[in-house]
């Protein structure tokens, strides 16, 4: 089984990075009967991404061949993207170092993922509302009511 989690520097003794799409590295342990048989760091391609972190980040784990990732948590582009391809994502506490977790994990001690804000909490979201309007539309019968007003335009027709 391989099982990819976020760090910072990478390793067995490194803790999990809170963050999966701008973790910097990325430590991939592989685990047969129970016991790791390798690990490996490799540096995250979506780290230093303006946009699309999370994506590319589940993107280069889908490549890797994981079938479980660890992180502090998941924002909702990296999420929807591992879920999916089938890859079981899984959280873990920041003080928990990557051997802690993926041991933990293979007890059966660590449960879903949590859920943070896409970025890791850099902003920049767009926000879809509901509109009320309901104003009288000014001139050329185009209201611009958008929550349901229907706009009596009191323009004049001209000749």
Same mark, same amino acid.
């Given at each position: ?10 390793g ?106 896409? +970025?890791? *909490? =850099? #902003?920049? @979201?767009? !926000? /879809? $509302?509901? &509109?009320?309007? %309901?104003?009288? +539309?000014? *001139? =050329? #019968?185009? @209201?611009? !009511? /958008? $929550?349901g &007003?229907?706009? %009596?335009?009191? +323009?004049? *027709?001209?000749?």
């Open positions: 089984m391989r099982i990819i989690v976020s760090t910072v520097n990478g067995l003794d490194d803790r999990v990075n809170p963050a999966f799409g701008r973790t910097p590295t990325f430590t991939i342990v592989d685990v047969e009967n129970g016991a790791i048989t390798s690990v490996q760091v490799v540096p995250n391609p979506g780290y230093s991404q303006p946009r699309g972190a999370g994506v590319t980040a589940a993107q280069f784990a889908i490549d890797q061949g994981a079938e479980v990732v660890i992180a502090g948590q998941f924002g909702p582009n990296s999420s929807g993207v591992l879920q999916a391809a089938g890859i079981r994502m899984v959280s873990a506490p920041a003080d928990m170092t990557v051997r802690e977790a993926v041991e933990a994990f293979l007890r059966g001690e660590l449960s879903g993922p949590v859920m943070g804000p896409e +970025g890791g *909490g =850099m #902003g920049g @979201g767009y !926000g /879809a $509302g509901y &509109g009320r309007g %309901r104003g009288m +539309g000014r *001139g =050329m #019968g185009r @209201g611009r !009511g /958008a $929550g &007003g229907m706009g %009596r335009g009191r +323009g004049w *027709g001209g000749w």
